[in-house]
């Protein structure tokens, strides 16, 4: 499905924590299917499969060049999962399967951006991870990675083009990246991208409110969110935000946790439907949540970037638990995946339920409604500056163009729609950098380009209506 606009400039300097998830898609739902009762038979084997044995006997015994046997099985296990035409069900082959592993778990030294294939190359999926390579590169959603250290992406696997990015820490990799119609390069330093899904503070106005910001739901996220609340408590804290706003998704078990400590026992949270129309549910309980309830006012944010889990929770607490969601309307994926090895490291993740709101509603390609809309200011929306080449005086182009947009929007006396870099543009552009002990040249480079960058993100959440709505909201039942 497509969106008008998908992720804000924002999210790009504060952004979600995965990496390569590999999910066919901006979101993903996994867990172990192992469910109170077998909802569906296994298929008995198809006589027709002997086609596939008769053609991979013929080719082994009879091709002229050359066969890697594991390459024709592996290739004819992901051909009948893409023959489902399903972007959540894929087969995994050992490399692909280790980085699904790794993106739910531990840490790992890399450029921290998603990885997903879109049109057999390799693309940005969202926002890269908070003070990463990627992130500092000024990389976004939807970018095409056409080339890695000048070797052509087209034709190779996502787990070959990863491989390649990745690297030990303080390692150089060089990017061929095209977004639009603009293709420029990006030279980064790898480094070691932590996995950290949750963070919390007390709100800055209002030191009552515990901010807590969940970035995906990892093997930890659970303990994670319980420590945060703890220790938002003891500094004070009588109501939270929960911020989810380009979270999209993870495990089943970890966003079921969560929600059963925001809801009382016996509380809906979430229903599932089976490929036969068989449908069950699953409630709250202290043997879910362990005992650990929030009983506090609490409110939560979302937008087109939440997806899979982060809809499961949002759904279960305004259906189930009466609380206030807020920002635009979300992703849309009502799909749950299982993950099943294949007779040894490979795996296949195949798509076996339907998940249903509290209420029965399917919300896949429709995504959730917010109880209130809230968005970020438009120009939250602009996109980072191409760092391809140092622009100046003379230049004229849809990144200057952009260029222009941005120093309007702190302020500066530009024209925002005007392509051409200005004296105005130069005069801006000065301002930045003397204010910002940068070498005053008035001309782009990476390092004024960062800077421009950090000085949007700083306005944009200084105007972030979604959270200031959250916050009048909490304050309103203190």
């Known amino acids: 499905m497509k969106h008008k606009r998908q992720v804000p400039f924002h999210e790009y300097i504060i952004s979600i924590a995965c990496v390569a998830f590999l999910a066919g898609g901006s979101s993903y739902i996994y867990f172990d299917y192992q469910y109170k009762k077998q909802l569906a038979q296994s298929p008995t084997q198809s006589s027709d ?41 894929t087969y995994l082959n050992e490399p692909e399967a280790d980085e699904l592993d790794q993106s739910l778990a531990g840490s790992f030294e890399g450029i921290g951006a998603t990885m997903t294939m879109t049109d057999d190359l390799p693309t940005v999926a969202q926002a890269p991870i908070e003070g990463s390579p990627a992130a500092k590169a000024g990389m976004k959603a939807n970018d095409t990675i056409l080339k890695v250290d000048n070797e052509e992406t087209k034709g190779k696997t996502l787990a070959e083009v990863v491989s390649k990015i990745r690297g030990k820490k303080g390692t150089e ?47 930890n996220t659970y303990k994670e ?178 260029i222009n947009a941005l120093l309007k929007a702190l302020d500066y006396d530009v024209n925002a729609n005007n392509s051409d870099y200005s004296e105005q543009t130069k005069a801006a552009v000065s301002a930045i950098q003397s204010a910002n002990n940068l070498p005053s040249t008035g001309e782009v480079d990476n390092e004024t380009a960062a800077q421009i960058e950090l000085s949007v993100s700083k306005k944009i959440k200084e105007n972030d209506q979604a959270y200031d709505t959250g916050i009048k909201e909490l304050q309103k039942g203190n």
């Open 49 to 89: 499969l002997k086609k596939v044995d008769n053609l991979y006997n013929e080719i082994v015994s009879n091709y002229v060049g050359k066969v890697d046997e594991k390459k024709l099985v592996d290739g004819a296990l992901k051909g009948m999962t893409e023959a489902l035409d399903d972007p959540y069900s």
């Open 173 to 219: 990799v060089r990017l061929t990246v095209k977004r639009g119609q603009e293709t420029f390069e990006l030279k980064l330093t790898r480094d070691t991208i932590p996995i950290e899904t949750v963070k919390g503070e007390l709100d800055k106005t209002d030191r009552s409110i515990g901010s807590i910001k969940i970035t995906s739901f990892g093997e």
């Open 225 to 402: 969110l319980q420590e945060t609340i703890k220790k938002l408590r003891k500094e004070g804290a009588l109501s939270f935000v929960i911020d989810l706003r380009q979270n999209p998704g993870g495990l089943l078990d970890q966003v079921e946790k969560m929600a059963s400590m925001f809801l009382k026992d016996g509380k809906t949270i979430i229903k599932f439907e089976d490929k036969n129309g068989n449908t069950s549910e699953d409630v709250a309980s202290s043997q879910l949540d362990g005992g650990f309830k929030v009983t506090e006012p609490t409110v939560v944010l979302v937008d087109e970037g939440s997806a899979s889990a982060s809809e499961i929770f949002a759904a279960a607490l305004k259906e189930s638990g009466n609380k206030k969601i807020i920002g635009t309307k979300t992703f849309g994926k009502g799909t749950v995946q299982t993950v099943k090895n294949l007779n040894g490291k490979s795996e296949i993740k195949l798509t076996v339920l339907k998940w249903l709101t509290p209420k029965g509603e399917w919300i896949h390609e429709k995504g959730l409604e917010p109880t209130i809309k809230a968005d970020y200011p438009d120009y939250a929306y602009l996109t980072p500056i191409s760092r391809d080449k140092t622009l100046k005086i003379g230049d004229s182009s849809s990144v200057v163009k952009n």
